[in-house]
């Protein structure tokens, strides 16, 4: 098992920039795909972007082509969620999550085991 911490969240106006990191440990995370899902009020969660276990593939949400990137750090067990050009409808809680195999990016929440608690983006028009 593995136990993700998510960070960096806050309150930005639209068209700013923001990184969330996840921090993870227990088992290393090169064993996994990493993905971020989001969720906003009254909504489903929603596959922001995920990352194959050595970086090879990645895969975003439609929603947020072209605006986030997503990466990893396995010696630092950390992903990242680079966020650019954001919009008032990229506000919800985002959260951290591991899935296994490593070498496919699961693009559905079920396919992930491990979550972590979640971190707020609130973006003000």
């Known amino acids: 098992q593995v136990q993700l911490v998510e960070s960096g969240g806050g309150l930005v106006q639209a068209g700013d920039s923001l990184r969330l990191s996840c921090v993870a440990s227990?088992?290393?995370?090169?064993?996994?795909?990493m993905g971020w899902f989001r969720q906003a009020p009254g909504k489903e969660r929603e596959f922001v972007g995920g990352i194959s276990g050595a970086a090879v593939v990645t895969r975003y949400g439609d929603s947020v082509k072209g605006r986030f990137t997503i990466s990893r750090d396995n010696a630092k067990m950390t992903i990242y969620l680079q966020m650019h050009s954001l919009k008032p409808e990229d506000t919800a809680v985002y959260y951290c999550a591991a899935a296994e195999p490593p070498w496919t990016v699961a693009t559905m929440a079920a396919g992930y085991a491990s979550w972590g608690q979640g971190t707020q983006v609130t973006v003000s028009s």
């Open positions: 227990g088992r290393t995370i090169s064993d996994y795909c």
